[in-house]
């Protein structure tokens, strides 16, 4: 895969990965999401990273899985030859590959924002609700696609889209397949922000900045609280929330939190 078909680049703290695939409205390739999915490993560990930006280049954010290139269009036989397919190739595909790519997004210890520059369709628009934080476009959509395909959702959206909107909303979407604006997006709680096309770009970069500037360990530990809330109860939740206060207080940009606090002035984090 050409590099350029997902553009990387680190400034001042902020990893910016920009699809770059704009002649296929940013469809993903398998070697694209290997990519992605390396890109949001390495983030988590650098340090010099604190916040992650994803988006797109031309008129899409993302349209999906590159079905054209026969990654789930098909039989596949034994080691991806066309052919008969073998009972359990789909759902290893699914768990190797979309499932993957969602995940690596949900665990990032980063906080990742969405800049939602255009359509984000199926496995794209899930790639999009999978972020901490999602700006959109003013001309971005956001489609359910799969079932105008006769296909089920992939990509973990039927895990995402009830914890965002509830069920019915998520049926409702799931089931019609109908294009969503990026206003009735923010009205239903999928977007936190719709702006003018042209200031998509500078209001990701002031978002992420403001993310780089703040306590790192402190915003990674709260990512995990809150997404792991929404699979427990209250006993389990509050037994994390103690952990992960315990663990914060070990930290350099918690102390200075609190001296910060005391000495009357604003603090300056580090991200350690």
Known sequence: MPVSEVLHVVDGGVAQLTLNRPEALNAITPDQRERLIRLLGEASADPGVRAVVLTGTGRG???????????VAGGRGAGGVAGERVAGDVARMIRDGAQRLIAAVLDCEKPVIAAVNGTAAGLGAHLALACDLVLAAESARFIEVFVRRGLVPDGGGAYLLPRLVGPQRAKELMFFGDA???????RLGLVNRVVPDGELDKTAREWAARLAAGPTRALALTKQLVNASLDSDRATAFAAEAAAQE????TADAREGVASFVERRSPEYRGR
Do not use: H, K, P, W
Not at 61 to 67: E, I, R, S, T
Not at 247 to 250: D, E, F, Q, R
């Open 180 to 186: 969503l604006s990026a206003a009735d997006a923010e």
């Open 247 to 250: 663990i914060n207080m070990t």
């Open 61 to 71: 954010f993302c349209a999906g899985a590159d079905l054209r290139g026969g990654a």
